[in-house]
């Protein structure tokens, strides 16, 4: 019966906080936020900034949920730009929702399979905190990736806008409206904050920043240097395009010479965890003293940190600058 009891419980709880992370803003507030909008619009209050726009759009996404886990979070900024680098619509509220739900499933499968507390508790925060890291992480290298592949492709397009006659401006819509993917979606962003009243420099600026690609801070430089010195910009950006290029073919060629390193550093990383988890599946009960025995523990223990020195060390020397 205790069994059935708490995956029945956790599958309750984690529905409960998926729904709280779901529903929406509360109904007085947003009547609140619509009659200060009314009385702004048609007051004589002095006119909001680009700034105060941003942060009246942002605070009208927030769920309460999302509030409540940002006053709670160290520091809910670092992660709200780390999952707005994914390009979806993910809150802070539903990415912590997401994690104890898993942290409360794992924990609870691990508890009903007669593992000690100190592993259900252990096991059940490294799961939860770490899976959703790597989902987002594996999310945020995939876009960038994909718009380090296309950029190229939007600069030549800025080349050929340039080279017609239109303004740069002009160029950076023309980009947004043909380019798919993550390029088309970023640089529509930029023309959106100079439609409130950004300026590009600033514009261009935030996006680089969130983004973290040295290929669009290069570009981003150039204008800025451009705009300084002078010249031929169409021809300033279509010499930056080609460098983009042979920069990614000489990214492909490293990882080609390095794969076979990687893939044995994988392989040795992850064996004495499956070996570990292949034990415990044939025999808990002799695995289980790990958890229990003083000597064991404190071998265990020195055991990881000497994987992670050595783990380290491989990927250091598999990770090359370009």
């Not at 993910?90 to 942290?103: D, E, F, P, Q, R």
């Not at 059940?124 to 592949?149: A, D, E, S």
């Not at 988890?277 to 003293?289: C, E, H, P, S």
Request: with cysteine; glycine share 10%; aromatic share 8%.
């Amino acid at each position: 019966m205790m069994q059935l009891f708490f995956p029945l419980l956790g599958g309750v709880l984690t529905l409960a906080m998926l729904l709280l992370a779901l529903s929406g803003p509360n109904s007085s507030k947003a009547q609140k936020r619509r009659l200060e909008g009314l009385r702004e619009r048609h007051g004589r209050a002095t006119p909001l900034t680009a700034e105060d726009k941003l942060r009246r759009i942002t605070t009208a996404r927030d769920t309460r949920m999302d509030s409540m886990m940002g006053r709670l979070l160290p520091n809910p900024a670092l992660l709200k730009k780390r999952l707005a680098m994914t390009g979806k619509d993910w809150s802070v509220g539903k990415y912590v929702l997401a994690n104890l739900g898993i942290t409360l499933v794992f924990g609870v499968l691990l508890f009903v399979k007669g593992a000690p507390a100190l592993l259900c508790l252990f096991g059940g925060l490294m799961v939860g905190l770490g899976l959703p890291h790597m989902f987002v992480g594996m999310k945020i290298k995939k876009r960038i990736q994909n718009f380090t592949i296309r950029f190229p492709d939007a600069i030549d397009l800025l080349v050929r806008g340039l080279r017609a006659g239109l303004p740069i401006s002009e160029t950076l819509g023309v980009v947004s409206a043909e380019i798919p993917g993550p390029v088309g979606e970023e640089f529509r962003i930029v023309t959106d904050k100079m439609k409130i009243g950004r300026t590009m420099d600033v514009a261009l600026q935030e996006t680089a920043d969130r983004l973290g690609t040295p290929e669009f801070q290069f570009f981003c430089i150039t204008l800025a240097i451009q705009r300084e010195t002078g010249g031929n910009l169409a021809e300033t950006l279509g010499n930056l395009a080609d460098v983009l290029r042979k920069r990614a073919q000489m990214k492909l060629k490293i990882k080609a010479m390095s794969s076979e390193s990687k893939a044995s550093a994988y392989i040795v990383g992850s064996l004495p965890f499956i070996v570990f988890g292949l034990i415990w599946i044939i025999n808990n009960k002799y695995m289980a003293n790990f958890f229990q025995d003083e000597r064991l523990m404190i071998a265990g223990i020195g055991g990881l940190i000497w994987m992670s020195i050595g783990a380290f060390i491989m990927a250091k020397m598999v990770n090359f600058e370009i």
